[in-house]
């Protein structure tokens, strides 16, 4: 699943004159948004950054400013740790990682027993055998024989 990210700049504030310039940006409103290219679902975040005016660095006119620029100015102002989470958090509003661990208050399920093959069926014992015998006196008697 692919996230696009989208950095933008929804206002900026300025002074309206500072020494010789004129419109000289102070504070940027952002935005970042979150699009997942496979179901379209979208998460916004957004903020204020504080631009320091710097007089080593060249004036640009209000007129002059890209959108690069500026999102580069808040980017610098947040830091690279804080731009990576701001990223993260809004990448896992479309795209979360969802679980399922058990309930707490619920004892764990005990293992299922190994599986175990049955024991074979055991072979039937033979039918007795059933002998006679004849005693000295002339009876018969029978005899059952062991199978064993």
């Known amino acids: 699943m692919a996230v696009t990210l989208t950095w933008g700049v929804a206002a900026m504030e300025c002074f309206a004159r500072l020494a010789e310039y004129q419109d000289v940006v102070f504070k940027v409103s952002w935005t970042l948004t979150a699009l ?14 504080p631009v320091p005016i710097d007089p080593t660095v060249p004036f640009t006119p209000y007129e002059d400013l890209t959108e690069a620029q500026v999102i580069g100015w808040v980017q610098t102002g947040l830091g690279t740790a804080l731009v990576a989470q701001y990223e993260a958090d809004v990448t896992n509003q479309v795209d979360p ?4 661990p058990p309930l707490p208050w619920v004892p ?20 007795p055998v059933v002998t006679a015998n004849e005693s000295s006196t002339g009876a018969t008697t029978e005899a059952v024989a062991s199978t064993k």
């Open 108 to 127: 764990p399920a005990p293992p299922p027993p190994d599986p175990t093959p049955p024991d074979p069926t055991p072979e039937p014992d033979p039918a």
């Open 36 to 49: 997942d290219d496979t179901t379209g679902n979208t998460a916004t975040t957004q903020g204020m950054q």
């Open 97 to 100: 990682e969802i679980i399922f």
